[in-house]
C-alpha cells in the first residue's frame, strides 16, 4: 500500500464536535483560547464515505385521503345517500351575511351543543376553519371579517349533527352561492331553474340584510329584492310545496346599536315578514322569521344570538323523508341562436 493511499485512508484530526469551525480556520466553539485545552479538540472523527444506492427504489402507491374542501353537487348528492341529511339554501344578495352565518353556527359548536344538536364531524372542515379564519383573534385583523363567496357553482359545507335528547344523527348540507347570481333571478326568471340546490332543499333560507334596514332609503329596496325573489322561485318550480321557508333579519348587534333608527328597523322586518305569509302561506310548509347575530362585530349582541333556534328549525324533518339527487340542469342559452333545436331533433 502506498503513502497517498494510508493518507486517504487516516481518520482527519480535528474537533470532534462537527459544528466547530476551528479546523477550517474559526474559533473554538465552547470558547478555549488555547484549543488544546478544549477535551473536544483533537479527538478523530472517522470519514464514512456514502453508501452507494443499491438499486432503485420500488415506488409505493399511498391512499388517497379525502379531501375536506366544500363539496361539488355530485360529492353532495352521494352524501344524501349514506343517511338522514337536511338540505339548507342560503339565499342573498352580497353582504348579506350568507357565509357569516355558516361560520358562525360551526364556531358555536366547537363550543357545545347548540339548540340540542351536537357537532359529531364534517367532511369540510378546511372550508369552515378558512371562513371562520379572519373572524378570530389568531388572524391579528383589527376588525372581524368574512371571505366572500366567490361567483360559479354552488359549493355545499357539511355537518354532521347528534341530537342530545334523541341520540340520533342527522346531517346538514348548506348550499353557498354567491349573492349576485341570486339577484339575477330577479330579472332573468329561468335562471332560478340552473340553480339546482333551490328546489332539492328542504329549508329555503332567505337572508335580510339588517344594516340596509336602518336606511330608511334603503328598506323598500331590501323588501322589493325578497319578494320578487320569492315570486321568481314560485313561479319558476324551484320552491316545492314541501319546503319550509325561513327569513332571517342578520347583523342584530348593527340595528341595535343605531338607537334612532332601531325600532324602524325592526318594525320594516316585522312588516315584510306578515307580507310573505299573506302571500306564500300556502306555496310553503311553514314560514318562520328569525333574528341573529351570527358573528357580531360590536358588543350590542352576544355571539350567536337567535342560532339556536335557526338551527333547531334547519335540523327539524323534513316534510320530504326520502333522499334524492340534487339535479344539475342546463342553464338556457341568452342569444337565440343558441336556443335554436338541433337539425337531428327537429320534425319536418
Known amino acids: 500500500m502506498s503513502a497517498m493511499e494510508e493518507e486517504d485512508e487516516a481518520p482527519a484530526i480535528q474537533c470532534s464536535n462537527l459544528e466547530c469551525k476551528i479546523a477550517s480556520g474559526g474559533r473554538c466553539l465552547e470558547g478555549f483560547s488555547e484549543v488544546t485545552a478544549c477535551p473536544q479538540y483533537g479527538k478523530a472523527v472517522p470519514i464514512v464515505p456514502a453508501a452507494a444506492p443499491t438499486g432503485a427504489l420500488s415506488a409505493r402507491q399511498g391512499v388517497r385521503l379525502p379531501h375536506a374542501e366544500a363539496l ?10 349514506k343517511g338522514p341529511c337536511n338540505v339548507i339554501s342560503l339565499v342573498g344578495p352580497f353582504d348579506s351575511g350568507k357565509t357569516s352565518l355558516i361560520a ?7 363550543r357545545g351543543p347548540v339548540g340540542g344538536y351536537a357537532f359529531a364531524g364534517s367532511s369540510t372542515m378546511h372550508s369552515f376553519e ?7 383573534r389568531e388572524s391579528e385583523r383589527g376588525e372581524a371579517h368574512m371571505e ?46 340552473s340553480y339546482p ?66 325600532d324602524g328597523a325592526l318594525r320594516h322586518f316585522e312588516t315584510l315578514v306578515a307580507n310573505v305569509r299573506l302571500e306564500y302561506a300556502t306555496k310553503f310548509a311553514q314560514v318562520q322569521d328569525f333574528k341573529v347575530a351570527a358573528s357580531p362585530k360590536t358588543t350590542n349582541a352576544h355571539r350567536g344570538e337567535g342560532m339556536a333556534e335557526l338551527l333547531r328549525y ?26 335554436l333545436l338541433p337539425i337531428a331533433a327537429r320534425t319536418v
Open 197 to 262: 340546490e333551490l328546489k332539492r332543499s328542504d329549508v329555503l333560507t332567505v337572508l335580510v340584510d339588517g344594516a340596509k334596514l336602518l336606511d330608511a332609503g334603503e328598506r323598500h329596496q331590501v323588501r322589493s329584492q325578497v319578494r320578487m325573489t320569492l315570486r321568481a322561485f314560485v313561479e319558476v318550480g324551484v320552491a316545492p310545496p314541501w319546503q319550509r321557508l325561513a327569513l332571517v333579519l342578520t347583523k342584530l348587534d348593527a340595528i341595535r346599536r343605531d338607537d334612532a333608527a332601531r
Open 314 to 339: 334547519w335540523m327539524a324533518n323534513p316534510c320530504r323523508n326520502v333522499p334524492s339527487a340534487i339535479a344539475k340542469e342546463t342553464v338556457p342559452a341568452e342569444r337565440a341562436f343558441g336556443r
Open 130 to 136: 378558512r371562513a371562520c379564519h379572519d373572524s378570530r
Open 148 to 193: 366572500r363567496t366567490e361567483r360559479g357553482e354552488v359549493l355545499f359545507f357539511h355537518v354532521d349533527l347528534v341530537d342530545e335528547e334523541r341520540d340520533a344523527k342527522r346531517s346538514a348540507l348548506f348550499g353557498n352561492r354567491a349573492g349576485e347570481e341570486y339577484t339575477l333571478v330577479q330579472d332573468e326568471l329561468d335562471r332560478a331553474k
Open 72 to 81: 361539488s353537487i355530485s360529492e353532495a348528492t352521494n352524501l344524501l345517500g
Open 104 to 110: 358562525g353556527m360551526y364556531d358555536l359548536l366547537q
